[in-house]
């Protein structure tokens, strides 16, 4: 009988043991799908800073692809003075000149000195051949007299023309608000900006 009883406790104690140890399993198991995922830090450290490292390498390319971009149309055109400047044979209005320079990245070019506005004239007189005339970046379509170039500036170099001493330019009032550089002489002269002229592109070196 004590035998019978030991065997029946012990078998007992076997059941409740087992039991217990299922009820741990599944204790963990519960704690393991509720315990959050730990991520590893030093992972996300090393990727972020391979991301950044990605980043840079682009910026730097386009920044390359831009400098590429721009010193192909400078070596078409003439450089001067820490920009450049590409004579547009096609004959357009000031507004369509305007827009297309910008969408090359330029704006219409603005000579600030005398010696750059020679530099212009001979290579229009290069480029365009001679009795040419090219849209500048200068106008006074927002307050009438007040010239100023494409990034609303007012002008501290100007060129027109005053032979005609009866009609200096400019002369041309509201219907001329738009100013041409001509090959023959130099000098500057105030259009209507409907008219189709060829163009002067100018863009800053990087």
Known sequence: MEFRGVCVLLGVLLLVNSSLQQQQQQQQQTQARR???RKDS???????????????????LNLLKEQQALQTVCLKGIKTHGRCFLADPVKKSYHTASEDC????????????????DQLRDYIRQRLGSDQQAWLGVNDMV?????????????????WDTSNSR???????????????VEASGKWLDENCREKKASLCQFNIV
Do not use: F, H, M
């Open 102 to 117: 910008n969408a090359l990245g330029g704006v219409l070019g603005t000579p600030t000195s005398r010696e750059e506005n």
């Open 167 to 181: 009609s200096p330019q400019p002369d041309g009032g509201q219907s001329q608000n738009c100013a041409v550089l």
């Open 42 to 60: 030093t992972k996300d450290a090393a990727i972020e800073d391979l991301q950044r490292q990605i980043n840079d390498i682009v910026q730097e």
């Open 143 to 159: 307050t009438e007299g007040t010239w100023v170039d494409q990034t609303s500036t007012s002008i501290t170099y100007k060129n």
């Open 35 to 37: 315990k959050p995922v």
